[in-house]
Nanobody, 120 residues
Framework: QVQLVESGGALVQPGGSLRLSCAAS????????MGWYRQAPGKQRELVAA???????TYGDSVKGRFTISRENAKNTVYLQMNSLEPEDTAVYYC??????????????WGQGTQVTVSS
C-alpha cells in the first residue's frame, strides 16, 4: 500500500510564511507526479501546485508568485513553501501523488490533509 502523511499546517498571520511537507511511503515503484490541493469550507477542491517527475511545475492562478512546490529527490517527499499568506489561503491542504506500485500498475493517492489557517 501507499501512504501519504502531510505535516506543517498551522495558524499563521497574514503576510506570514509556512512550509508544508508530504512524505510518501509504501510499495512505490515510481512517482509520476506530486501535487498539492486545497479545499476551503463551501468550496470545491482546487489545484494549488503540481510537480512532475520530469521537473515541470503547475500553479493555481491564485498562488502564482507566492507558493513554490519542490521535492527531495533522495526521498519520496514533496514540499510546499507558502509565502505572503492571505486569509483566502485558509483551507485544508491535501498532498497527492500519481505513482506506480509495480512496472504496470499505477493509481492516485491522497494524504489525510493538514489545516492551514491564515488569520490575525
Amino acid at each position: 500500500q501507499v501512504q501519504l502523511v502531510e505535516s506543517g499546517g498551522a495558524l499563521v498571520q497574514p503576510g506570514g510564511s509556512l512550509r508544508l511537507s508530504c512524505a510518501a511511503s509504501g510499495n512505490i515503484f515510481h512517482i509520476v507526479a506530486m501535487g498539492w490541493y486545497r479545499q476551503a469550507p463551501g468550496k470545491q477542491r482546487e489545484l494549488v501546485a503540481a510537480l512532475t517527475s520530469g521537473g515541470s511545475t503547475t500553479y493555481g492562478d491564485s498562488v502564482k508568485g507566492r507558493f513554490t512546490i519542490s521535492r527531495e529527490n533522495a526521498k519520496n517527499t514533496v514540499y510546499l513553501q507558502m509565502n505572503s499568506l492571505e486569509p483566502e489561503d485558509t483551507a485544508v491542504y491535501y498532498c497527492s501523488i500519481r505513482a506506480y506500485t509495480s512496472a504496470i500498475s499505477w493509481d492516485d493517492y491522497w494524504g489525510q490533509g493538514t489545516q492551514v489557517t491564515v488569520s490575525s
